[in-house]
């Protein structure tokens, strides 16, 4: 059981589809959903939640974008190891794919919507469940 996941996406149609199938799975305890990039990171800058399992992130966000999120997590100093990060995205640029490889604390590049079998690969290759 996984007791907490993030979902950061500007998208209010994909975090409603998103949180049915991470629900669905039986597998998630909370799902806490983010509109706003900077507002994940506030909150979890501020709280410094151990509990958090997953990280589902959007690349294309206005205000800030999946690779600023990245980029402002090292910054602050929040502890890798504690959360596995997804990027989950429309994007097919290879470009995206690549980039988002290039960050060590990024274990996974899924394309949208999020399925409960992609969901449960995530699980099954980077989580102790």
Do not use: C, W
Not at 46 to 72: Q, S
Not at 109 to 118: A, H, I, M, V, W
């Amino acid at each position: 059981m996984l007791r907490r996941v993030l979902l950061i996406d500007d998208n209010s149609a994909d975090n409603f589809l998103h949180r049915l199938v991470l629900e669905g799975t039986g597998m998630v305890e909370e799902v806490l959903t983010f509109q706003y990039a900077e507002e994940a990171l506030d909150f979890l800058k501020t709280n410094r939640p151990t509990d958090i399992a997953l990280i589902l992130l959007d690349i294309n966000m206005p205000r800030m974008n999946g690779f600023e999120f990245l980029e402002a997590y090292q910054e602050a100093g929040l502890d890798p190891s504690r959360s596995v990060i997804v990027m989950l995205t429309t994007s097919l640029n290879p470009n995206d794919m690549e980039r988002a490889h290039s960050y060590s604390i990024v274990k996974a590049f899924l394309n949208k919507p999020l399925t409960e079998d992609r969901f449960l690969e995530v699980v099954n290759e980077h989580l102790d469940s």
